[in-house]
Nanobody, 126 residues
Framework: QVQLVESGGGLVQAGGSLRLSCAAS????????MGWFRQAPGKEREFVGA????????YDADSVKGRFTISRDNAKNTVYLQMNSLKPEDTAVYYC???????????????????WGQGTQVTVSA
């Protein structure tokens, strides 16, 4: 089992940057495929990005491609989401999620993930 805690959210102007962190506690963080999702008011939770357990592969949603970068440090049990060139439409609660193993990853599917953090609010002003 793994517990996830996000941090780094806040209020930023359009064009600005934020880096979100997701700290994991529990066993064998390096075995987990990690994802970032976001949910805006009145909308479904949507995929943002994901990273394989070793960090060898990353995946991004089209809406954030070229602006957001996901990375991880397995020695620190932490996954990051670097967000640049933020837009007002990026405003949402951001969640990290974990799935044990990399086999046939359905990284875009929120139902595939086993564990979730509590979320951190990101607000981008125009």
């Amino acid at each position: 089992q793994v517990q996830l805690v996000e941090s780094g959210g806040g209020l930023v102007q359009a064009g600005g940057s934020l880096r979100l962190s997701c700290a994991a506690s529990g066993r064998a963080f390096s075995w987990y495929f990690m994802g970032w999702f976001r949910q805006a008011p009145g909308k479904e939770r949507e995929f943002v990005g994901a990273i394989a357990s070793s960090g060898s592969s990353t995946y991004d949603a089209d809406s954030v491609k070229g602006r957001f970068t996901i990375s991880r440090d397995n020695a620190k049990n932490t996954v990051y989401l670097q967000m640049n060139s933020l837009k007002p439409e990026d405003t949402a609660v951001y969640y990290c999620a974990a799935h044990l193993g990399d086999y046939r990853p359905r990284f875009y599917d929120k139902e595939w993930y086993d564990y979730w953090g509590q979320g951190t609010q990101v607000t981008v002003s125009a």
